[in-house]
């Protein structure tokens, strides 16, 4: 279990397309996870995230041990069956959530004491419970519980941080035994600090996981200074082990990490800018509520396949926005998710082709990839 | 086209199965008819509607006059084609919308002037408009422009509006021209005074439609009240034209009005309660906020096959509803909708095996039947 069999390296990149396998199914990648927050990708049916190519999907422990607790979700079978879902699943740890999303919270070497941003209730998790709580939902990838460190901070608070989460993962990997069931992934740290990159990714490396990520980019920074982190990290990630960078999903930014050697992404901005009638297309990104698509009776986007862009126009997706119809936003999910996923299957073309650099010169410089 | 078949009479009951063929397909009755208010039925796609066995659908010409606009719609090639749904649409006149959204009205011999619900704007409905707009979104069943009464009213209002509702009803219909691609409905008013209901039954059935509506009940008035007045009507609706009870979609009032010879009906109370929470199911009425279904493993309803009971805990749908996901919603418009269509399809057996009557009897007094 949870073999990554690589199947293809561009020899122009070295970016790869590889096989991970789970107890739940085989990933390959270049793979984008949607988002699942909180057991439900928003708006949308499994069925449907199946239609379009959906592989894994990740869901968040600190979400769902407030709500509904990891108690009920193991009393319930898991995850996957709680929610529906019988392919693979990543949980994340918590760690990012616990300082992205409490009003109050209190970093000791045991964990961290936060604030529920649902009733303000007072809550703690460490290395251990954290692990407990993945145990618990039983995804077939989990987590390491890591502190993401905020942009910019000075070199020393890094530093420190990162230490801490080394120590934290191997507390994580004391606590997780079942290694058949579920595939615990470190967490590579160290901000835009080259020298405590590779110290983090050496020492994690050292603790010996299935996966590596690398977690506290994409937080801020100039998106020069996330390629340079990977840059530098590329040389040290093992090749035998999926490289997952975290947080990650806009259209040029896994078209860049690719090629830097990453293999799976996840994030929400694919389905929270849709909800906002922003959607990505194969013309460049577009705003649905803008008043030129008022009239506008052609496809949404003429080379994409997926239920909206087959049985709809922009005319009637915007009438939809505008009436405040809960349709909108999940077609507009639907769309989005579709479009990575779909990015991901032309990228591991040009992997097969050995054309990943030109690819990626393609991509960045056209139409389509129109900035966020 | 346009013909209705009755296939079967309960000797019990009078209460019917029919077939209205219409450009769309053919209806089976008793039907009951999902509303898409603004051409969407709230949070669901055509294919789930498809799947639960909705055979058609209305929507409104007052929403979709305001928004998008008729003449969109008919630019995009009509209601079908905008809305993606291939199978029959009823549009409602707007009548009834103009009288109970609008902020302000004026009544003419004309017709009515009226404020926009959505920005205020004025506006000006008279049958010969409300019947082009219905020309214009191509439904294959539109409604005849009328006023529905507020109850309670004084038996003069009441007659005079049931009298000037049969000269709209008059224009209408010389409005309307291409009667093999719409059916044209009449509506029948009078309040609760039984001889304004007869006299308004008489008089529209003179004017001659393909169907006749029953308006202006289930608008306040107690339900004895409304069972009156159909007992009333029942008589004098013409054996071969199918009835069609307006704005009634409670399990025990469509038993109730099967039983007296209703054949169609439309209401968005599944769709409107569902998003609260509150579900129809074999065992009673529930709302799976309540505290006792945190931790309930079995699904809604074990005699229910949509996607909700079959895949889903009643424990999961609660924490869709208190973590605020679209999921939940659509997942609960669709059981509910699913339910009343089953119900439909209970009564078809019941009216088969000539038992319409004690079907009732037992359904009305059964546990199923918890009052809304």
Not at 184 to 199: A, H, P
Request: some cysteine; aromatic content about 10%; overall charge neutral.
């Amino acid at each position: 279990m949870f073999e990554y069999k690589i199947k293809k390296v561009c020899k122009q990149s070295g970016a790869r397309i590889g096989e991970f396998t789970t107890p739940h199914g085989v990933i390959e990648t270049p793979v984008f996870m949607p988002v699942g927050t909180q057991a439900t990708v928003k708006s949308l049916a499994p069925s449907e995230l199946e239609d379009i190519g959906a592989q894994i999907i990740l869901s968040n422990t600190y979400h769902l041990y407030l709500r509904p607790g990891n108690k009920l979700v193991k009393k319930a079978g898991g995850l996957h069956k709680f929610m529906n879902w019988n392919h693979p699943i990543l949980t994340d740890s918590g760690g990012f959530q616990v300082f992205s999303l409490s009003g109050f919270r209190k970093i000791t070497e045991e964990g961290v004491e936060f604030q529920s941003h649902i009733d303000g209730s007072k809550h703690f998790l460490s290395p251990e419970i954290a692990t407990q709580i993945q145990i618990d939902l039983g995804a077939d990838i989990i987590m390491a519980f890591d502190e993401c460190a905020p942009w910019p901070a000075e070199y020393d608070y890094v530093k420190k941080s990162m230490e801490r989460t080394l120590r934290w993962a191997q507390r994580c990997k004391d606590t997780h035994k079942d290694t058949e069931k579920q595939a615990l992934f470190g967490i590579i740290q160290g901000g835009t600090y080259d020298d405590l990159r590779i110290e983090s990714i050496k020492e994690t490396i050292k603790i010996d996981f299935p996966g590596y990520a690398i977690g506290g980019l994409s937080v801020g920074e100039p998106k020069e200074e996330m390629y340079k982190s990977l840059d530098v990290l590329k040389p040290y990630l093992p090749e035998n082990k999926p490289h997952y960078l975290m947080g990650v999903g806009s259209p040029d930014y896994i078209v860049e990490s690719v090629a830097r050697g990453i293999d799976m992404f996840d994030c929400v901005l694919p389905t929270r800018t849709a909800r906002t009638g922003t959607l990505f297309t194969s013309h460049g990104k577009i705003n649905i509520l803008n008043a030129k698509y008022k009239e506008d009776l052609s496809p949404l986007d003429d080379q994409c396949t997926c239920y909206l862009c087959k049985n709809y126009s922009r005319a009637y997706l915007r009438h939809l926005f505008k009436a405040k119809e809960m349709l909108g936003p999940r077609l507009a999910s639907l769309h989005n998710l579709q479009y990575l996923i779909q990015l991901t299957n032309r990228i591991k073309e040009a992997i097969y082709e050995d054309k990943m650099l030109e690819f990626r010169e393609e991509f960045i410089n056209s139409s389509e990839n129109k900035p966020f």
